[in-house]
């Protein structure tokens, strides 16, 4: 026998055995009654109810979820507020210019007030700073504007830190300087720690200027980026 090579191929026997001679011709009953009998016999493919698309598209996956933040003793990261308190030692001497003669000399002890911010960079927890200094009760009050970089050294609660700014003094005399420290620091929390100094400092310009400090502080952070 040969294999059927179509899913449905007319009988026409079969056809002409099932229908009296005189109705209809019989090839074409023989084709119509074949092809109601391959639809009827067919394999269906039917959609879920509600599905009307051609093919049905899974749902795409949910995003995956966000790791939780843990805030370490590290500042990376980190928007601070500072606020400190010096005793300075100031040797100041006054003129028209740097290489003109001196007018006056001040001499002595005096108590400065830092308030400012810092900045966290990098994955180390160092830090950009902006201070502004107020100088009272010494030999002659003034105001300074300090910006800088401080490096930590230490992962832990106690620290310790080197930092380096630049300063531009306003009064006494009108002069620009640089003032290099180094600390130690306790962060006794993710957003708040303690910090004790010791710095030297000089400026130059209608005059002269040196000192040494100590002081402490309190830095207050905040995690934003």
């Known amino acids: 026998m040969r294999p059927l090579t179509a899913p449905c191929r007319p009988n026409r026997l079969f056809a002409r055995r099932l229908i009296p001679h005189g109705l209809v011709p019989n090839g074409l ?60 030692y100031e040797s100041i001497e006054r003129a028209d210019c740097l290489t003109c003669e001196t007018t006056e000399v001040l001499t002595g002890m005096g108590a400065a007030l830092d308030i400012g911010a810092s900045l966290g960079v990098g994955w180390e927890g160092a830090e950009l700073t902006l201070r502004l200094r107020l100088t009272r009760l010494g030999p002659a009050s003034g105001e300074a504007i300090l910006a800088g970089f401080r490096s930590y050294f230490g992962r832990d609660e106690w620290k310790t830190y080197a930092s380096f700014e630049l300063a531009g003094h306003i009064r006494p005399i009108a002069a620009g300087g640089a003032r290099a420290g180094f600390g130690v620091a306790w962060d006794f929390s993710p957003i708040f720690g303690l910090w004790a100094e010791a710095a030297a400092a000089f400026a130059f310009g209608k005059g002269r200027l040196f000192g040494a400090q100590v002081g402490l502080g309190l830095q207050a952070r905040t995690y934003l980026f």
């Open 29 to 88: 009953f023989a084709l119509c009654l074949v092809a109601a009998l391959c639809a009827l016999t067919a394999p269906a493919h039917a959609h879920p109810p509600g599905d009307t698309s051609p093919q049905a598209v899974p749902p795409a996956p949910p995003p995956p979820a966000q790791p939780p933040r843990y805030f370490t003793l590290e500042h990376a990261g980190s928007l601070g507020l500072i606020v400190g308190v010096f005793g300075n």
